[in-house]
């Protein structure tokens, strides 16, 4: 494996993730960081033209799930770590496996084409000492997706005075002070960013067309809404969504919407005796009638907002929800939906990136749904279709232009020797999930590789290699999925690109990396879990009843010959923190309830 050369790019945490399951496997893996630091956006920059979280941006996963496999979360992280301790993990998990070494920094690709004559990738590169061109066997993409900002049609521009930026550019809320400003989105980005301005804009206007479930991380006693979702769970709701996607989405939104008016009831005021169903009642309306909340696109298409502190904003009046922007017209009035003009100095637009593939000319794209198959150096890009984007944007483009990725992460024709990290949208963590496709990247590579050599060894009983499908397997699984999103995107415009189908998607990542998870426990209603519970109960509840974090992946021994392509490398103290991390989540939800009684029962409990 250390013949092979592979580049990676991107030192975010997928990137990171990959270098290190790449190395691991005995693969001569280096990065490209266009940064001077890892981190990706979780590194605060402010260069304008670089995407990074606000320092006051909190994680919307909880410390008892986020961590990478084999390297635990400091103890003292708080219960929902802020920017600058997610920088500060990702530099110290980069520092523990002597990553930075294989990094080279303030490098930025172009773009990655096919030199036929050599049979490699051609990796352009632009650095400190000018523009080179480097030679790769094989290249990961982990540059992220929210690089290039996608802006709603804006007509008349140059009527506004104004200041005028996308939310990529937005950093500290210093040049606002005393303005009135506009913020178009209800996404994470746009309430964060009200959230930063509340208390130094002279006022402040929320613009957006729809809904949007937003809730809040917490439950109503302070237990982390993460926390309660254990991987048999899961693994039940993933089948179901295959099984019975309509159903599903159904029951699905009806909980986030009850928890969404549960959540903004605790700040709804009232007299003392008011019953909890009237304020439940009074708080359905405010999400409903006041601010425009509900109807909101399904979560079978897209995540929530994730806030605690928006909906208190809303109640003081330091943010004021008004209809999604129209357009310029004068030197501060903009033009609302709904006809109405407000008065404003300032317009941030929170409206989501184009996921531009031109860094790889040859990728293919489309070549189903009734569109032609073309390549991403035809000038063809997808979009991140999060709620931030303007319906302007949606309703005056033509149909999004998908990937051919096999599993979001492999075009076919290339599988042996691309993948990209960059395009997927999962439902659980995103650079956990990063983590696990990165070892399975790294499995399917090794055994590639060997079976070109002709060195794979045969054993009976042992685990077969990672091989890929044929390539007409792999086409007709991207035809399947483009079909599926597609349909749809003609239901609603809110799907996000690259948003993964749960059920097919981890079974086959999860084989590929040899975790072995699936072989031990599954959903409630499978079997398999029985032999782990008579066999090990303390760790089938662990697994079963405990928070699903991602140290389990390295948990069971599935490759113990270390046979090349076979099965990721277990790690001796996966057990042990599995534990610490169970017991850790159990004692701060007892601490946690034990709060909320004394709240709720005060007189009672004296």
């Avoid at 509340?198 to 206007?205: N, P």
């Avoid at 991602?550 to 103290?573: D, H, M, Q, V």
Wanted: aromatic share 12%; charged share 25%; with cysteine.
């Amino acid at each position: 494996m250390e013949n092979i050369n592979i580049a990676v790019i991107g030192l975010g945490p997928a990137g990171l993730a990959a270098l290190k399951s790449l190395r691991e496997e005995g693969f001569d893996a280096v990065g490209f960081e266009r940064r001077d630091t890892v981190g990706g956006l979780w590194s605060y920059s402010d260069n304008p033209a670089f995407t990074s979280a606000l320092n006051e941006t909190f994680c919307n996963i909880s410390k008892f799930v986020f961590g990478f496999s084999d390297y635990p979360v400091p103890k003292d992280f708080p219960p929902f770590p802020t920017s600058p301790q997610l920088a500060e993990y990702f530099d110290s998990y980069a520092s523990h496996f002597g990553l930075h070494d294989h990094i080279c920094f303030n490098t930025t690709v172009r773009r990655v084409t096919r030199n036929t004559s050599k049979d490699v990738w051609d990796v352009h590169i632009t650095n400190p000492d000018g523009d080179t061109v480097l030679s790769f066997d094989k290249v990961v993409f982990g540059h992220g997706c929210e690089s290039v900002p996608l802006w709603p049609p804006m007509p008349n521009r140059e009527k506004f005075r104004g200041i005028v930026m996308h939310s990529q550019a937005y950093k500290t809320p210093d040049s606002f002070r005393d303005k009135r400003v506009l913020v178009v989105g209800m996404g994470n980005t746009a309430c964060e960013i009200s959230l930063t301005l509340c208390k130094h804009a002279s006022k402040l206007y929320q613009g957006y067309r729809r809904g949007r479930i937003m809730v809040s991380r917490y439950q109503d006693d302070g237990i982390p809404l993460d926390t309660q979702l254990p991987w048999p769970t899961m693994r039940l709701k993933y089948l179901l969504d295959n099984k019975m996607p309509g159903l599903m989405a159904s029951l699905v939104d009806r909980r986030m919407i009850d928890k969404m008016i549960s959540d903004v009831a605790r700040f709804e005021p009232a007299p003392p005796k008011t019953s909890h169903s009237e304020r439940l009642g009074r708080a359905g309306r405010r999400v409903r009638e006041d601010w425009r909340l509900l109807p909101a696109p399904s979560m079978a298409h897209t995540h929530p907002a994730v806030q605690e502190d928006f909906i208190p904003a809303l109640y003081e009046g330091d943010i004021i929800p008004v209809k999604g922007f129209e357009d310029f017209v004068g030197d501060h009035q903009v033009l609302l939906q709904d006809g109405e003009i407000v008065e404003v100095d300032a317009v941030i637009f929170c409206t989501g990136y184009k996921l531009d593939f031109s860094i790889m000319p040859e990728l293919e794209m489309d070549g189903a749904g009734g569109l032609l198959m073309k390549t991403a150096g035809d000038g063809l890009h997808g979009e991140l279709t999060d709620q931030d984007e303007t319906l302007e944007s949606r309703e005056c483009r033509q149909k999004p232009h998908l990937p051919r990725l096999f599993h979001t992460t492999f075009p076919p024709r290339w599988a042996s020797s691309i993948a990209f990290l960059s395009w997927m949208s999962p439902q659980e963590n995103v650079w956990g999930v990063c983590e696990l496709v990165s070892m399975a990247v790294a499995q399917i590579w090794a055994a590639e590789t060997v079976k070109s050599a002709g060195e794979q060894p045969r054993i009976d009983g042992y685990r077969q290699p990672a091989l890929l499908p044929s390539v007409d397997e792999m086409n007709a699984e991207v035809d399947a999925y483009h079909n599926w999103w597609r349909g749809e995107w003609e239901k609603d415009h809110s799907i996000r690109s690259g948003y993964v189908r749960a059920y097919s998607f981890y079974r086959f990542m999860h084989d590929a990396a040899g975790t072995g998870l699936y072989d031990n426990l599954d959903h409630i209603f499978s079997s398999r879990g029985w032999a782990l519970w008579w066999n090990d109960r303390e760790l089938w509840t662990w697994l079963a009843k405990g928070p699903m974090n991602s140290y389990s992946w390295r948990l069971f021994e599935t490759n113990p010959k270390g046979i090349p392509g076979c099965g990721r490398k277990a790690w001796p103290r996966a057990r042990k923190t599995l534990q610490e991390a169970y017991d850790t989540c159990e004692e701060f939800k007892h601490q946690a309830q034990a709060n909320y009684k004394e709240r709720m029962f005060p007189i009672r409990n004296k």
